[in-house]
T-cell receptor
Framework: SQKIEQNSEALNIQEGKTATLTCNYT??????LQWYRQDPGRGPVFLLL?????KEKRKERLKVTFDTTLKQSLFHITASQPADSATYLC???????????FGTGTRLKVLA | DAGVTQSPTHLIKTRGQQVTLRCSPI?????VSWYQQVLGQGPQFIFQ???????GRGNFPDRFSARQFPNYSSELNVNALLLGDSALYLC???????????????FGNGTRLTVT
């Protein structure tokens, strides 16, 4: 069955360092992949989208890579700040079926 | 512009009861989706509606139903509530149900449903 895996353990890093989050998927070939941020008690907020034919996408301090051979996406936050502390979710759009499959999310904590 | 709005924000129900959750999409968005998020998990797809028609359904029992109105707002209904239905119910809207790859989901802040 289709499966998306994100590191379920919380990731703690020091302010100013680069945070790297992983999203692995199996039994699926998505046309594109998205990353969302979710704060406690709030709905997810869209961050970045990357297509299957794109290797890398950047937006300010954020960078996403997409390796369709490894079936993996990496999400990087450079020069991390305490305000970046949140849960980060990856999502695959099952093209043609209108639904998104989300990973369980990785909780990031940036320590001042 | 207002974002996606959901009501109520919190709800407590008893097992066996029925509940209706409401969602207003971003103005101009014709597609509305519903997701269930259990604590510690990612959102799980329940339904997607576009132009008042159901365009997708997730692996949820028939106790779950939804509809979309002419103004594109939507309701999610859950009958015969079970303890396991306790979750955050998220509504999301987007510009198009498919095709536009740069049309991400815009989520509301959800309705926290507790079933006792």
């Amino acid at each position: 069955s289709q499966k998306i895996e994100q590191n379920s353990e919380a990731l703690n890093i020091q302010e100013g360092k680069t945070a790297t989050l992983t999203c692995n998927y199996t039994n699926y070939s998505p046309a594109y992949l998205q990353w969302y941020r979710q704060d406690p008690g709030r709905g997810p907020v869209f961050l970045l989208l990357i297509r299957e034919n794109e290797k890398e996408k950047r937006k300010e301090r954020l960078k996403v890579t997409f390796d369709t051979t490894l079936k993996q996406s990496l999400f990087h936050i450079t020069a991390s700040q305490p305000a970046d502390s949140a849960t980060y979710l990856c999502a695959l759009d099952t093209s043609g079926t209108y639904k998104y499959i989300f990973g369980t999310g990785t909780r990031l904590k940036v320590l001042a | 512009d207002a974002g996606v709005t959901q009501s109520p924000t919190h709800l407590i129900k008893t097992r066996g009861q029925q509940v209706t959750l409401r969602c207003s999409p971003i103005s101009g968005h014709k597609s509305v989706s519903w997701y269930q998020q259990v604590l510690g998990q990612g959102p799980q797809f329940i339904f997607q509606y576009y132009e008042k028609e159901e365009r997708g359904r997730g692996n949820f029992p028939d106790r779950f139903s939804a509809r979309q109105f002419p103004n594109y707002s939507s309701e999610l209904n859950v009958n015969a509530l079970l303890l396991g239905d306790s979750a955050l119910y998220l509504c999301a809207s987007r510009n198009s149900p498919r095709g536009q790859e740069n049309s991400p989901l815009h989520f509301g802040n959800g309705t926290r449903l507790t079933v006792t």
